[in-house]
DNA sequence: GAGTTTGAAACT
DNA sequence: CAGTTTCAAACTC
């Protein structure tokens, strides 16, 4: 079946007042795509793009109930983009504030053109992000954390998040960082203590630590690629001034400092060198796995 | 609630 | 494929 022939509209109805519908969009587009559906699978192991964005505190991670759909704010594009939310999970937009929304039974051609060009650009376009195992949900023995088995159909590419805030796809997943990711600074990974600390103790603190971290990260590492000239916010250079970082001088690079924020064996043992090799997709996904905070000297 | 930051998606 | 821009969500104040 073509998913852009994906026709809900023939059900007539107004949207708002049949849910389940919706569900059905979505288990069509899936199925289309190749996957089966949480919605149509109880059972499954695959975890829902719009589970992905439940309005969670960080530290409030997905422990695999249903989650509800979340409502888009789109102002472009008629939400007929993938920057929409709906629109990549394969619902209407349902009590959804946004403007000018095409995404309902009206403008039913416009959508379904809209599927096919996105498609068309990219097959995988509407499969699910994550790629869980088939083990589910485990335990997580040395923080006590429920944590999704699961893993990142392209890998999140965060640069200042360290992985551990809701910008990253991983962390809003509940997994781990793989060699999939591209991610800089990355703080998900098994045994890390930045991780941990979500899961233990104050949340305030414990993002100020990330944040610290994250700046740290950035402002050492990346330095020396583009991120250095990057425009500093006031609220960035307060906190550089509480957290008395190297940031103010990009160029900067003191092997101490690395150390502090680094996560990865090669980039506190061999300075910012080894830190740009490390940031590097190939070594960076190498060392992630096998490189822990204990390394450092 | 407004403004800022972030990273995915889209574009070049 | 890499770099840049656009976008909407996450986040801070």
């Not at 919706?22 to 949480?38: D, M």
């Not at 946004?98 to 309902?104: A, D, F, I, L, S």
């Not at 233990?200 to 700046?215: E, P, T």
Request: hydrophobic letters at 30%; a positive charge; charged letters at 20%.
């Amino acid at each position: 079946m073509d998913v852009a022939s994906w026709s809900p509209a023939a059900a007539s109805v107004n949207q708002r007042q049949q849910p389940q519908i919706k569900q059905q969009v979505a288990a069509t587009i899936s199925v289309a795509a190749g996957q089966s559906h949480p919605l149509t699978t109880a059972s499954s192991s695959v975890v829902k793009p719009e589970s992905l964005k439940a309005k969670t505190r960080p530290n409030e991670l997905n422990d695999g109930a249903p989650k509800k759909q979340k409502h888009s704010n789109c102002k472009h594009f008629r939400c007929l983009k993938l920057y929409c939310e709906c629109f990549a999970s394969g619902m209407y937009c349902d009590e959804c504030n946004c403007v000018n929304c095409y995404k309902n039974v009206e403008y039913e051609a416009v959508r379904r053109d809209s599927v096919g060009a996105t498609l068309k650009s990219n097959l995988n376009a509407f499969r699910p992000k994550i790629n869980s195992s088939s083990h589910g949900a485990k335990d997580n023995k040395e923080a006590g954390e429920v944590l999704m088995l699961g893993k990142h159909s392209k890998g999140c590419h965060c640069k200042r998040s360290g992985c551990l805030r809701k910008y990253c796809e991983c962390f809003q997943a509940n997994i781990l960082c793989s060699e999939s990711c591209k991610c800089m600074g990355c703080k998900k990974f098994k045994g890390s203590e930045e991780r941990q600390a979500l899961f233990h103790g104050d949340y305030a603190n414990n993002m100020a630590y990330i944040q610290q971290a994250a700046n740290a990260t950035t402002t050492g590492a990346i330095g020396s690629s583009g991120y250095a000239s990057a425009p500093v916010s006031k609220k960035r250079k307060s906190q550089e001034l509480l957290l008395g970082s190297t940031a103010k001088d990009p160029s900067v690079h003191s092997l101490g400092h690395l150390q502090q924020v680094s996560v990865c064996g090669h980039y506190s043992k061999a300075g910012l060198e080894g830190a740009l090799l490390c940031f590097g997709s190939s070594i960076q996904r190498s060392c992630k796995d096998t490189c822990r905070p204990e390394k450092f000297d």
